[in-house]
């Protein structure tokens, strides 16, 4: 299993930006961190400048929006859709693409409950429970 670290992680965010931005040959997976970035222009300067940004912290009682977590959640929303794991979860993305009238807003609706999952794991110290992320969908 892959478990990158957090400047892994968003090197591998600046790095497919690049590659989209000079027009190289990307992996599967760097194009689709790049049409990831590109639906996010507000995060395209961001992006373009790694030595400003590797390092930078974000702290939620601060109000800061992580964008590197943002980016990596659709990214982890776009993979449990393609393999349709947890279990439900390509259907309440339907469902929530149906009523918002766009994929990309129900996959920020769908990022509360991932946040409110992963949130509940680290209070508790347990491992993430995937029914407490759908019991979530389920009420969007």
């Known amino acids: 299993m892959f478990n990158p670290t957090r400047d892994e992680a968003r090197q591998f965010l600046f790095d497919s ?11 599967p997976l760097e194009d689709l961190v790049a049409q990831l970035i590109e639906r996010h222009p507000e995060y395209h300067a961001l992006l373009q400048a790694p030595e400003k940004y590797q390092g930078k912290d974000y702290a939620p009682g601060h109000g800061d929006t992580n964008p590197f977590l943002h980016l990596m959640m ?5 993979e449990q859709i393609s393999i349709g794991q947890p279990h439900g979860i390509r259907e309440h ?8 009238q766009s994929e990309h807003d129900a996959q920020h609706r769908m990022m509360e409950c991932l946040g409110e999952m992963l949130w509940q ?9 995937a029914a ?7 009420k969007q």
């Open 74 to 78: 659709h990214l982890t929303i776009e």
């Open 132 to 138: 407490v992320y759908l019991a979530c969908l389920q």
């Open 121 to 129: 794991a680290q209070r508790s110290g347990s491992a993430p429970d």
């Open 93 to 100: 993305f339907k469902r929530l693409s149906e009523q918002l």
């Open 17 to 27: 930006w690049r590659k989209r931005r000079e027009g190289l040959l990307l992996t």
